[in-house]
C-alpha cells in the first residue's frame, strides 16, 4: 500500500517536472504581459557594445547589433504564426515596432509585415553586403538591425511589402495580454488602448 502511494508521487512529480520543462521551453520570442517602457534614442545610443550583450540574449546580439539572421522556419516562426492580436516591439530597446494588423503570411519562413505600425520608429537603408543591394529595415531607436523590405512582390496587401524581420528582434504583447491563439470566446476584441494607439 505504501509502495503504491510512493509510486503515485513519484510519478506525481516526474509528470509536474515533465508539464514545467514543457511550458519553459514553450516561448523563445520574449512575450510581455505589459507594454515595455521604451528606452529613449538618446539612451540607447549611449549604450556600449559590452552593455548590449549584457541586455541581450547571444541571439539578440547577434541580430540586433551584429545584423545577423535568425534560421528560417525555426522554433520563433512556429511561435510568431500562432500569436493571436498584439503588438511587436524592438527586442533592445521596447519601442513598438509592429502590430497584428500589419501581420501577413508570405510562407518565407521569417515573421512579415505590410507595414510597421509606428512608422516612425522604423527606418530603411540601402544595404550592400552579401553581393545583394537590399533595404535594411532598422530599428529608428536604438539602431537595431530587424531585417530587410521587399517591394512589389505581388502580395496581396495593401502596400505590397514585405517587411522579412526577424523574430529574435521582437517582443510580443499580446492584446489580452494573454499569451498566444487559445483565447475565449468574447476575448477578441482588441483592447483600448491598442485601438487609442492606432490613431498616432
Ligand atoms: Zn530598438
Redesign the pocket.
Given at each position: 500500500m505504501k509502495k503504491g502511494i510512493f509510486l503515485a508521487v513519484v510519478a506525481a512529480l516526474g509528470f509536474g517536472i515533465y508539464v514545467y520543462a514543457q511550458d519553459k521551453a514553450k516561448s523563445v520570442m520574449p512575450v510581455a504581459k505589459e507594454v515595455p517602457k521604451a528606452?529613449s534614442r538618446e539612451d540607447?545610443m549611449k549604450l556600449t557594445d559590452e552593455e548590449w550583450k549584457k541586455r541581450l540574449t547571444p541571439e539578440q546580439y547577434r541580430i540586433?547589433r551584429q545584423a545577423g539572421t535568425e534560421r528560417s522556419n525555426g522554433q520563433i516562426y512556429k511561435e510568431f504564426k500562432a500569436q493571436g492580436g498584439g503588438t511587436y516591439h524592438?527586442?533592445?530597446?521596447?519601442?513598438e515596432?509592429f502590430s497584428s494588423k500589419e501581420k501577413f503570411d508570405s510562407n518565407c519562413g521569417w515573421p512579415s509585415f505590410f507595414d510597421p505600425s509606428k512608422a516612425k520608429n522604423v527606418k530603411t537603408r540601402i544595404d550592400r553586403s552579401g553581393f545583394m543591394v537590399r533595404t535594411e529595415v532598422i530599428?529608428a531607436?536604438?539602431?537595431?538591425h530587424l531585417g530587410h523590405v521587399f517591394t512589389g512582390e505581388g502580395f496581396n496587401t495593401p502596400t505590397d511589402k514585405r517587411y522579412c524581420i526577424n523574430g529574435t528582434a521582437l517582443k510580443f504583447v499580446p492584446a489580452n495580454g494573454a499569451g498566444t491563439t487559445q483565447k475565449k470566446e468574447g476575448e477578441q476584441k482588441p483592447s483600448k488602448e491598442s485601438e487609442e494607439k492606432k490613431g498616432e
Open positions: 528606452m540607447a540586433l524592438c527586442a533592445g530597446c521596447g519601442t515596432l530599428c531607436i536604438c539602431g537595431g
